[in-house]
């Protein structure tokens, strides 16, 4: 299926190769309308899809078809913060206890991110990843930096 989207091109950790990363236009406008909040984090959504830590695949939602979607997990020195009063976003030092989220659909489409609290082991993941999540796609280590 065809959809209006902007598209930005990253380099997949997995293999190297450069891909399409698309975020709808609708989602796109929702959140630049609605929810500035989410919308100043797609630079957050950026850093974490070029850097990430960890990878994971298969979803486990109720009521959701979510086989082969992904889960990017990373983390940030700064992420923006909208500010009501001046109608604009500011950078802030991302909390440490936090993990941000990016959630890929099979077609490489932005259909969800923000931030989750991170797990008490392993602080590159987020909480309870082994219940949420099929499995551990691919994970940053010293050889693959």
């Given at each position: 299926?065809?959809?209006?989207a902007?598209?930005?091109?990253?380099?997949?950790?997995?293999?190297?190769?450069?891909?399409?990363?698309?975020?709808?236009?609708?989602?796109?406008?929702?959140?630049?309308f609605?929810?500035?909040?989410?919308?100043?984090?797609?630079?957050?959504?950026?850093?974490?899809?070029?850097?990430p830590?960890?990878?994971?695949?298969?979803?486990?939602?109720?009521?959701?078809?979510?086989?082969?979607?992904?889960?990017?997990?990373?983390?940030?020195?700064?992420?923006?913060?909208?500010?009501?009063?001046?109608?604009?976003?500011?950078?802030?030092?991302?909390?440490?206890?936090?993990?941000?989220?990016?959630?890929?659909?099979?077609?490489?489409?932005?259909?969800?991110?923000?931030?989750?609290r991170?797990?008490?082991?392993?602080?590159?993941?987020?909480?309870?990843?082994?219940?949420?999540?099929?499995?551990?796609?691919?994970?940053?280590?010293?050889?693959?930096?």
């Amino acid at each position: 299926m065809i959809r209006n989207a902007h598209t930005f091109p990253i380099k997949w950790p997995i293999d190297g190769k450069e891909i399409e990363i698309r975020i709808e236009l609708k989602y796109y406008t929702r959140l630049l309308f609605y929810h500035p909040n989410d919308f100043s984090n797609f630079h957050t959504a950026y850093e974490v899809l070029n850097n990430p830590n960890r990878i994971f695949i298969d979803l486990k939602r109720r009521f959701s078809n979510s086989k082969n979607k992904l889960c990017v997990a990373g983390k940030t020195r700064y992420w923006r913060k909208y500010v009501v009063k001046d109608n604009t976003s500011i950078s802030v030092l991302f909390p440490p206890h936090l993990v941000y989220l990016v959630f890929l659909d099979e077609e490489n489409y932005i259909i969800e991110h923000g931030a989750e609290r991170a797990d008490m082991i392993d602080s590159l993941s987020p909480r309870n990843c082994e219940t949420r999540f099929g499995e551990l796609l691919w994970k940053k280590t010293s050889q693959n930096n």
